[in-house]
């Protein structure tokens, strides 16, 4: 006698399990067949009815046990609702299924075997003998002891349980193209063929209002089952062509109402669309079929149409008023669905073509730049926060900056994209990376407070930042992090590993102790590699986070000298995330050049009197030999003049004075112990001073100040 396990002692699915169990026979030929006898015996699976009740005609409930190597061992499929399947023990369960779905639903089998978890009630098709298809709700189970392998229960879909499981199905995806094929699929328990056009707009994600005036452009979305098309046949992806487009918009636009039409045999379908182009583009075959078309119509005033559903069937089996009532009710309960995907895919386009404008485009003549941005999964509800930028100072030094915003979607978009503009522009200004880290975290507070963060449903706290910045004639890079990950430095000399930069709370941590950001300088000789990323390149559920940064390091120490760096990066990302992660994959490589030791000089001269004619003469010596025209010559040597004349009279201390030739160029640079902001004002006609910053104004491409551990640096560039 079969004992009932209690559910003390057993999840709800063990009972499911075992009362599967007990319905699939124990005798017979069938139930005998194992693995071992499983090539050779071809005998049908099913079972003779063993009470009045076996063979009633409103049994819909069948069962299939299977082995580890999911072969069938037993089944149930004794309802008449089941007829014409051609099930043998010893056979693949998946011969059961229509080819395209073998993949899906064989990785589905084997997560149960693997993981022990059931996988309950999702749509499936099964096909019979004469190529037709059964819809079914299919659950997988761990088989019940003292049977090993799964137990899958196959429920036959009624009209009206189809329908609320069809549009559970439909609403768990925000992919449009995903919400389309899972409606499509849905419609085929009405039809032979399937097809979902939408409107181009909201394919794209862009809005549609009203009744639109102009040209109607409709492309395909989804089509099942998946087989091979005659040639011209329209498939996802395609277009519709115009006058195909045109008809269809009209058809269900009659009397200025969304209306379902029907077209009930082959002939009648070639003489509305007219074109035999147009015929071979819409009509899925040779053989006489008729035609329903049913709107996507979106609730609204006035109704707003998305696109067109388009179910062929076999014209000897027309479709009947209760059929179409069922499949507009379908269509109309997912309509929605397929308008929030659309709002998605919009969101999602804009999201990430700010990602995508944020990421850097090419370094300059001392550094060189790549980067690489993986979106999440489209699961994930929208890309995440990560950005990364990289731009030349105007001081002749390079910033990189990499961060990530906390959440996913235009919230976490806004708040990168501000952030990144902030931090560029606070950088450019001439401020620290600790001081621009201090700007970031009161704005990061600021976002979050009661008007505009939690009441908002979004909270940016905790994001993180890391700013490193590259001087080209040092060869030095200084660092500053809120929160972020180190960056990885890779020497020429072969050391190699993430540089040591003492953790921060990330941004807008309140409640933690607050701490100044901490400045950090490494060196960073010609031909150094800097990997800047984020979390989701190193995490793995297998590793701890030092040991995903230590096969970072590893995978980066890999890249030649002679590589190209955008390659470089690329196989960089695609080693360590080969698949699609649930976070955001964010990577720049930059590989530091520097100016060559022939084109910078340094000087430093006490803070006297005759310190402006000094500087002028190191100067004039050094512009001789770099052969610049007299002209620029004398607009740099009074800019020396005017700027070291400054330094002497307004700050103490020794003045270091340091000329580069960039690019088209000359970068002039005078720093002293000051922490005074020169500011250029409104001299009067007859003032005695005040006409300094004037002069470099006039003599100059872009000027400005940036501050330092001692002092400040006033720079200047002079085109040659």
């Known amino acids: 006698m079969d004992s009932t396990p209690s559910p003390s002692s057993s999840s709800v699915f063990d009972l499911v399990s075992s009362a599967l169990g007990r319905y699939i026979p124990r005798g017979g030929a069938a139930a005998a067949v194992g693995p071992a006898g499983a090539q050779g015996d071809r005998t049908n699976c099913r079972r003779v009815s063993d009470g009045p009740s076996g063979g009633r005609q409103d049994q819909i409930l069948g069962a299939v046990n299977m082995d580890r190597d999911l072969r069938i061992t037993r089944c149930n499929l004794e309802a008449p609702v089941f007829a014409g399947l051609e099930v043998v023990a010893g056979s693949p369960f998946v011969d059961l299924l229509p080819p395209g779905d073998v993949p899906t639903v064989t990785r589905r089998l084997r997560q149960v075997l693997e993981t022990g978890?059931?996988?309950?009630?999702?749509?499936?098709?099964?096909?019979?003998?004469?190529?037709?298809?059964?819809?079914?709700?299919?659950?997988?189970?761990?088989?019940?002891?003292?049977?090993?392998?799964?137990?899958?229960?196959?429920?036959?879909?009624?009209?009206?349980?189809?329908?609320?499981?069809?549009?559970?199905?439909?609403?768990?995806?925000?992919?449009?193209?995903?919400?389309?094929?899972?409606?499509?699929?849905?419609?085929?328990?009405?039809?032979?063929?399937?097809?979902?056009?939408?409107?181009?707009?909201?394919?794209?994600?862009?809005?549609?209002?009203?009744?639109?005036?102009?040209?109607?452009?409709?492309?395909?979305?989804?089509?099942?089952?998946?087989?091979?098309?005659?040639?011209?046949?329209?498939?996802?992806?395609?277009?519709?062509?115009?006058?195909?487009?045109?008809?269809?918009?009209?058809?269900?636009?009659?009397?200025?109402?969304?209306?379902?039409?029907?077209?009930?045999?082959?002939?009648?379908?070639?003489?509305?669309?007219?074109?035999?182009?147009?015929?071979?583009?819409?009509?899925?075959?040779?053989?006489?079929?008729?035609?329903?078309?049913?709107?996507?119509?979106?609730?609204?005033?006035?109704?707003?149409?998305?696109?067109?559903?388009?179910?062929?069937r076999r014209a000897d089996a027309p479709f009947h008023d209760s059929e179409l009532f069922d499949l507009q009710e379908l269509v109309a309960r997912t309509a929605h669905h397929v308008d929030l995907a659309r709002q998605h895919q919009r969101e999602h386009t804009q999201v990430l073509a700010l990602q995508r404008r944020l990421l850097p485009r090419s370094g300059g003549d001392t550094i060189e730049i790549a980067s690489v941005y993986q979106p999440a999964t489209p699961d994930s509800a929208g890309v995440g926060g990560d950005w990364v930028n990289s731009f030349p100072l105007p001081d002749g030094r390079t910033a990189l900056v990499v961060g990530d915003v906390v959440g996913h979607g235009l919230g976490a978009a806004a708040t990168m994209g501000q952030l990144s503009m902030e931090a560029r522009a606070l950088l450019s200004a001439g401020l620290a990376p600790d001081e621009v880290l201090e700007h970031l975290d009161e704005t990061v507070t600021l976002l979050d407070d009661t008007e505009s963060g939690l009441t908002a449903g979004y909270s940016a706290l905790g994001s993180t930042c890391c700013i490193a910045l590259y001087d080209p004639v040092s060869h030095q890079v200084v660092v500053s992090s809120a929160g972020h990950l180190p960056p990885v430095l890779i020497t020429p000399d072969g050391q190699a590993g993430p540089l040591p930069v003492r953790p921060h709370p990330g941004l807008g941590a309140e409640f933690a102790l607050r701490e100044p950001f901490d400045v950090h300088t490494f060196g960073a000789p010609p031909g150094s590699l800097l990997a800047l990323f984020t979390d989701g390149l190193v995490e793995d559920r297998a590793l701890s986070i030092d040991e995903g940064i230590a096969r970072l390091t590893d995978t980066v120490s890999g890249v030649h000298p002679w590589d190209s760096l955008q390659q470089a990066a690329r196989h960089v990302v695609s080693s360590l995330a080969p698949v699609r992660q649930r976070d955001d994959v964010t990577l720049l490589l930059a590989r530091m050049i520097g100016y060559r030791k022939g084109d910078t000089a340094t000087w430093r001269l006490p803070a006297r009197d005759d310190a402006p004619a000094r500087a002028r003469a190191h100067v004039s010596a050094l512009l001789r030999t770099w052969r610049t025209r007299a002209g620029t010559r004398d607009d740099v040597l009074l800019l020396v003049s005017e700027l070291v004349t400054n330094a002497v009279r307004f700050a103490a201390g020794p003045v270091t004075v340091r000329l580069i030739r960039a690019g088209h160029g000359l970068l002039c640079e005078v720093g002293d112990t000051g922490n005074g902001r020169p500011n250029l004002g409104r001299g009067g006609l007859l003032d005695d001073g005040g006409r300094g910053l004037h002069v470099v104004h006039r003599l100059t491409t872009r000027w400005g100040v940036r501050w330092t551990d001692t002092g400040k640096v006033v720079w200047a560039e002079v085109a040659r």
Request: glycine share 8%; with cysteine.
């Open 117 to 312: 978890e059931a996988h309950v009630a999702r749509i499936q098709r099964l096909r019979r003998g004469d190529g037709s298809e059964l819809v079914v709700s299919m659950s997988i189970l761990p088989a019940a002891p003292p049977h090993e392998g799964l137990t899958v229960s196959l429920i036959a879909m009624a009209r009206r349980l189809h329908l609320y499981a069809a549009e559970t199905a439909i609403g768990t995806s925000l992919d449009i193209g995903e919400t389309a094929q899972s409606l499509a699929q849905s419609l085929l328990a009405w039809g032979d063929v399937a097809a979902v056009d939408l409107d181009f707009t909201v394919w794209t994600g862009e809005g549609v209002t009203g009744q639109r005036q102009g040209r109607i452009r409709l492309r395909r979305a989804a089509l099942v089952p998946d087989r091979a098309w005659p040639e011209g046949y329209v498939t996802p992806g395609d277009d519709l062509p115009g006058d195909a487009s045109r008809l269809l918009a009209q058809a269900i636009r009659r009397d200025d109402a969304p209306q379902t039409i029907v077209i009930p045999d082959r002939d009648a379908v070639e003489r509305v669309l007219g074109s035999p182009r147009v015929v071979r583009a819409l009509v899925p075959g040779e053989r006489s079929a008729a035609l329903a078309c049913v709107p996507l119509v979106l609730d609204s005033e006035p109704p707003v149409v998305l696109g067109v559903a388009e179910i062929w």
